[in-house]
């Protein structure tokens, strides 16, 4: 069910100012540090009151400045995962687990409590401390704390900050099955455009307290106006693609797009038809006005360019259409060379092994 948030909120010369629909599935919040990330988490939560606005969490008004409505915060069934684990010390990890079922919503049915720890592979340390755990497994116990608590909505506040590159590789699956194993409506704060491209149903993009943009993730990430705030040197574009053949002996995938394009890329076997989510960064995109030959990038794709913009310290931005939507930068002069415009048809290549893959 989706949630209504309108909220202002200022401190000193720091205004927050934010208005969006979190829908069932993950609603990103992605921004730079200082952007107001936290604080919209923290009053949407109940720990900071808004100077005026609105919060509707499944039908349910949590806040209301024009109606004097301010839920207490252990009264909003709003599942809260910190960037920091903050576990019950004294409590084992079946302890902290049960904590949260113990404070599920109401008469809802509870999420089951094994279905939770095999997910997140907690079988193991459910009768440990954790002081005993590493950052990855306490973390792993504060989301499936906040799981069982049967949240209205969950709200994850860079969750994965505090860990090092190994320990997110692992959680990071674990989020997405959980995901699509309870379909509960998750806003996930981040500042990295890797975690939100690969998790996100919708992006909301915040600078300086002020949002730039909310919708589909996709349509998002393919608006040139929108590069600087949506990953800026990292911004790129995302595609949802199937497996048609893998080849064991060259370690290859080749994925089908939604427009019926091909498209290879390196990795581990994955079952035929299983769906993939690609994101190629627009730096990663050569061009070249003819059919290039004899080259060893794989993918090449004909197309056309649809717009273009001056980018950051000599590059320009553009969109192009290859049978699917795809950004490129290229440096101005090499822009200036080809003579580019809107409509100038082009070849679009991108070298397999820099395609990332959820």
């Known amino acids: 069910?989706?949630?209504?948030?309108?909220?202002?909120?200022?401190?000193?010369?720091?205004?927050?100012?934010?208005?969006?629909?979190?829908?069932?599935g993950l609603t990103a919040l992605f921004g730079p540090s200082g952007a107001g990330k936290t604080l919209l988490a923290q009053?949407?939560?109940?720990?900071?009151?808004?100077?005026?606005?609105?919060?509707?969490i499944a039908g349910r008004t949590l806040f209301s400045s024009a109606k004097g409505i301010n839920v207490p915060a252990h009264q909003r069934h709003i599942g809260f995962v910190f960037q920091e684990h903050r576990l019950f010390p004294h409590f084992s990890v079946r302890g902290n687990l049960t904590y949260g079922s113990g404070r599920r919503a109401g008469k809802a049915p509870p999420v089951s409590f094994d279905k939770v720890v095999d997910i997140l592979g907690l079988t193991a340390l459910l009768e440990r401390k954790p002081a005993s755990l590493s950052g990855g497994e306490r973390q792993r116990?504060?989301?499936?704390?906040?799981?069982?608590s049967n949240p209205k909505i969950l709200v994850m506040d860079e969750p994965l900050s505090s860990l090092d590159d190994a320990r997110k590789a692992e959680i990071l699956p674990l989020i997405e099955d959980l995901k699509s194993e309870f379909n509960l409506t998750t806003l996930y704060i981040s500042h990295s455009i890797e975690e939100i491209a690969r998790l996100a149903d919708t992006l909301l993009l915040l600078d300086k307290g002020e949002m730039k943009a909310v919708g589909p993730i996709s349509n998002i990430l393919n608006r040139l106006d929108l590069i600087p705030f949506a990953g800026g040197y990292d911004a790129g574009t995302l595609i949802e693609a199937t497996v048609t053949?893998?080849?064991?002996?060259?370690?290859?995938?080749?994925?089908?797009?939604?427009s019926g394009g091909k498209l290879y890329?390196?990795?581990?076997?994955?079952?035929?038809g299983s769906p993939v989510r690609l994101r190629i960064r627009a730096r990663d995109v050569a061009l070249s006005e003819t059919e290039p030959k004899s080259i060893s990038i794989l993918n090449r794709f004909k197309g056309r360019v649809i717009d273009h913009c001056s980018g950051a310290q000599g590059m320009e931005e553009l969109l192009l259409d290859v049978g699917f939507p795809l950004t490129a930068r290229i440096t101005r002069k090499s822009f200036e060379e080809m003579k580019l415009k809107k409509d100038s048809p082009v070849w679009a290549l991108v070298k397999a092994v820099t395609i990332s893959r959820s």
Do not use: C, Q, W
């Open 1 to 24: 069910m989706a949630s209504d948030i309108r909220l202002k909120k200022s401190f000193g010369r720091f205004h927050l100012n934010a208005e969006f629909n979190a829908e069932d």
């Open 43 to 56: 009053m949407l939560a109940g720990l900071v009151t808004p100077d005026e606005g609105h919060i509707e």
């Open 141 to 148: 116990v504060a989301i499936g704390r906040a799981i069982l």
């Open 245 to 258: 053949v893998y080849e064991p002996g060259h370690h290859m995938l080749t994925l089908k797009t939604e």
């Open 265 to 272: 890329i390196t990795g581990s076997a994955k079952e035929i």
